[in-house]
């Protein structure tokens, strides 16, 4: 751990990119990984990858609000991981800069971090797809707890997350960010990241260019060859850092 510790203390400018890896501490699955909801699946009557498919969506919301009862409709039930608590700790000492996300689960804001990017959204606010009617998680979560598939009130169109489903463009603006971010960092964390999902999975060789690559994650990645510093256990990487770095 020496490697990761010294890059901390030593970078003027550290990013992190977090993906579903860090919130499996959380008891949250993750989407690729080998438990993963794409590998072994929720439910045997669907696919997966129709979840969270926008067009699929369009046709029949029902199936994204059953599928995701159990893991979007509970996040409120979950707590940060040592991950999430310690990168909003380096944050506060001015080490970390950004946290760049690819996850919806709200864990980043609710662990401390202040300046987080969600490139792929998140189920915080929900709007109606025919007249933009805003509700809220929480508004969403108790209908969806009851079993119930609520239209909206106005206008009786589909209510739809605030998330980037499969067949939607990306915020523009968060990108943006995310890029200048990256661009800026001269140290860049991948964490509980596979980087097979582009754009995310680029980010870090905006930071490589001029900077170095450190990733935590438990399964190969298209870019271990080129990190610095490559490991398997966020926990225990995470627990070092916490004891090292005061």
Same mark, same amino acid.
């Given at each position: #751990?020496?490697?990761?510790?010294?890059?901390?203390?030593?970078?003027?400018?550290?990013?992190?990119? /977090?993906?579903?890896?860090?919130? =499996?501490? *959380?008891?949250?699955?993750? +989407?690729?990984?080998?438990?993963?909801?794409?590998?072994?699946?929720?439910?045997?009557?669907?696919?997966?990858?129709?979840?969270?498919?926008?067009?699929? +969506?369009? %046709?029949?919301?029902?199936?994204?609000?059953?599928? *995701?009862?159990?893991?979007?409709?509970?996040?409120?039930?979950? %707590?940060? *991981?040592?991950?999430?608590?310690?990168?909003?700790?380096?944050?506060? #000492?001015?080490?970390?800069?950004?946290?760049?996300? %690819?996850?919806?689960?709200?864990?980043?804001?609710?662990? @401390?971090?202040?300046?987080?990017?969600?490139?792929?959204?998140?189920?915080?606010?929900?709007?109606? #797809?025919?007249?933009?009617? &805003?509700?809220?998680?929480?508004?969403?979560?108790?209908?969806?707890?009851?079993?119930?598939? %609520?239209?909206?009130?106005?206008?009786?169109?589909?209510?739809?997350?605030?998330?980037? +489903?499969?067949?939607?463009?990306?915020?523009?603006?968060?990108?943006?960010?995310? &890029?200048?971010?990256?661009?800026?960092?001269?140290?860049?964390?991948?964490? @509980?990241? *596979?980087? &097979?999902?582009?754009?995310?999975?680029?980010?870090?060789?905006? /930071?490589?260019?001029?900077?170095?690559?450190?990733?935590?994650?438990?399964?190969? =990645?298209?870019?271990?060859?080129?990190?610095?510093?490559?490991?398997?256990?966020?926990?225990?990487?995470?627990? &070092?850092?916490?004891?090292?770095?005061?």
């Amino acid at each position: #751990m020496e490697l990761i510790t010294r890059f901390l203390k030593e970078s003027r400018y550290c990013v992190a990119l /977090t993906g579903a890896g860090i919130s =499996t501490l *959380s008891g949250i699955r993750d +989407f690729r990984g080998k438990d993963g909801i794409y590998n072994s699946g929720l439910n045997e009557d669907y696919d997966p990858d129709l979840i969270f498919d926008l067009d699929y +969506f369009r %046709q029949d919301p029902s199936l994204y609000y059953k599928a *995701s009862r159990d893991f979007i409709y509970n996040l409120h039930t979950k %707590q940060p *991981s040592i991950v999430h608590l310690e990168l909003a700790r380096l944050e506060s #000492m001015g080490i970390i800069k950004a946290v760049i996300t %690819q996850n919806i689960d709200m864990l980043h804001s609710k662990a @401390g971090s202040k300046n987080v990017i969600e490139l792929h959204g998140s189920p915080m606010v929900h709007r109606c #797809m025919s007249c933009d009617k &805003v509700f809220s998680y929480d508004h969403i979560c108790d209908i969806v707890q009851s079993g119930e598939i %609520q239209k909206c009130d106005r206008c009786q169109g589909v209510i739809k997350p605030d998330i980037i +489903f499969f067949g939607e463009m990306l915020d523009a603006e968060k990108l943006n960010k995310a &890029v200048q971010e990256a661009s800026k960092a001269d140290l860049i964390l991948v964490l @509980g990241s *596979s980087l &097979v999902v582009q754009p995310a999975a680029s980010l870090p060789l905006y /930071t490589r260019e001029h900077g170095s690559l450190v990733i935590v994650n438990d399964m190969p =990645t298209p870019l271990d060859e080129i990190a610095e510093a490559r490991y398997n256990d966020l926990e225990r990487v995470f627990t &070092v850092l916490r004891e090292k770095i005061r």
